[in-house]
């Protein structure tokens, strides 16, 4: 009998950057949420133990938590990956260069007071589960450059380096190297919702300047979201399922009980293989559970 593929979620803004991952996929269908009537495509990754579920949420931080947490209620996948373009904020990473954003910024959040105003600023790192499988998959691309640095978020689209936003970010979060729309949305639902792990992956369409709309009509955004879509692919193919309690683990690298298998109260290694005493406690928690570890 054939595996059940596990399901990972890959959303999207703008349809340029759906097109981009749908034509990776293959025997594709169309979902529908029951009750809010939301659209998803369905397909397979090949050479991959990956299916996709890919959502074209639309634009802005808003609209971006309001679906990641619809998804992953209503889909439940593994890991969420958003997968688009960004405005460069860096002069040395250039248009069709991939960022993975290793920490997320909201930018927008502060307190205005008459001395000035005071920065609050919100965070969430990248899963390292999924950073990891990003940066082992990316090693060696020659296609693009890929880099794992943090990102901005807000709802704006910033055309002009030296205005008051530009300056805003530079003092506040100077080791951002881009900007966008939805990552906190996204981000922040992962994070709530506490199971899948969040990754983002933006292609460079533009240097975030006045030109930004003739760097489009030449196509810089085609090209930034196809690189950022084969970047997640690589990803995705790298990204090793994660082993379920009662899964037996047979092949070593996947944990310290070789061929054990985790039965609820009990488990059994009598196909393990051990280099040392081992000594079992009961502390009255399951496998995972924070407080026993």
Same mark, same amino acid.
């Given at each position: 009998?054939?595996?059940? +593929?596990?399901? &990972? ?14 034509? /990776? ?38 609209? *971006?938590?309001?679906?990641?947490? /619809? ?26 260069? &991939? ?11 502060? +307190? ?7 920065? /609050? ?11 990891? *499988? ?14 794992? +640095? ?63 709309? *003739?760097?489009? +009509? *030449? ?17 995705? /193919? ?44 009961? &502390? ?10």
């Amino acid at each position: 009998m054939p595996e059940t +593929k596990r399901t &990972v979620a890959v959303l999207t803004a703008l349809s340029l950057e759906y097109d981009a991952m749908r034509e /990776r996929l293959t025997d594709v269908e169309t979902l529908t949420h029951p009750r809010y009537g939301t659209k998803a495509k369905l397909g397979q990754l090949p050479d991959s133990p990956w299916q996709v579920v890919l959502v074209n949420m639309g634009e802005g931080t808003l609209t *971006a938590a309001t679906l990641t947490e /619809r998804v992953l209620t209503w889909l439940e996948p593994e890991a969420v990956l958003l997968v688009g373009v960004a405005g460069g904020l860096k002069d040395d990473i250039e248009i069709g260069d &991939v960022v993975i954003a290793t920490k997320v910024y909201s930018i927008h959040g502060g +307190k205005q007071t008459p001395d000035g105003f005071l920065v /609050r600023p919100e965070a969430w790192r990248a899963s390292h589960r999924l950073e990891q *499988a990003a940066k082992e998959a990316l090693r060696d691309t020659t296609d693009f450059q890929a880099y794992f +640095k943090p990102i901005a978020v807000g709802d704006v689209v910033l055309a002009d380096r030296k205005s008051e936003l530009a300056q805003h970010i530079h003092t506040h979060y100077n080791d951002a190297v881009a900007i966008e729309m939805e990552s906190s949305g996204v981000a922040n639902a992962v994070h709530l919702a506490g199971e899948a792990g969040a990754l983002i992956i933006r292609g460079i369409s533009d240097q975030a300047n006045p030109d930004k709309s *003739a760097a489009d +009509k *030449a196509g810089s955004q085609p090209r930034a979201a196809t690189n950022a879509a084969a970047a997640a692919v690589a990803v995705l /193919r790298e990204l090793t399922p994660k082993q379920l309690p009662g899964q037996a683990a047979t092949d070593p690298r996947e944990g310290p009980f070789h061929g054990s298998t985790y039965g609820g109260d009990h488990i059994d290694f009598r196909s393990s293989t051990f280099n040392g005493p081992f000594v079992a406690k009961v &502390v009255g928690h399951r496998p995972g559970d924070e407080a026993g570890r």
